[in-house]
Nanobody
């Protein structure tokens, strides 16, 4: 059983920065792709950024140039550095991790951490 726990959310002014972290627990040797998603009130959950096992990254167009995803495979953690935050970034941010066991893909989600960007 894998559990993901996010931290680092909070209230920040427009133009400010936050760093989100996600720590995984459980008997996992290593994860495949990991990522961050977010869900704003009244909207569907959307992809923010992903990072592969080889550290290849992809970002949503809305956050390119502002957010940076990274991972530490030795610690099974994934982080999201968020700079130049905008009110539109306000959402609950969820950590995601994936692992393949006997060709079956398992996907795990954290409980989420609130990010509020407001003046």
């Amino acid at each position: 059983q894998v559990q993901l726990v996010e931290s680092g959310g909070g209230l920040v002014q427009p133009g400010g920065s936050l760093r989100l972290s996600c720590a995984a627990s459980g008997s996992i040797i290593s994860f495949d792709a990991m990522g961050w998603y977010r869900q704003a009130p009244g909207k569907q959950r959307e992809l923010v950024a992903t990072i592969g096992s080889g550290a290849t990254t992809k970002n949503a167009d809305s956050v390119k140039g502002r957010f940076t995803i990274s991972r530490d495979n030795a610690k099974n953690t994934v982080s999201l550095q968020m700079n130049s935050l905008k009110p539109e970034d306000t959402a609950v941010y969820y950590c995601n991790a994936n692992v393949t066991v006997l060709v079956v893909l398992y996907t795990y989600w954290g409980q989420g951490t609130q990010v509020t960007v407001s003046s």
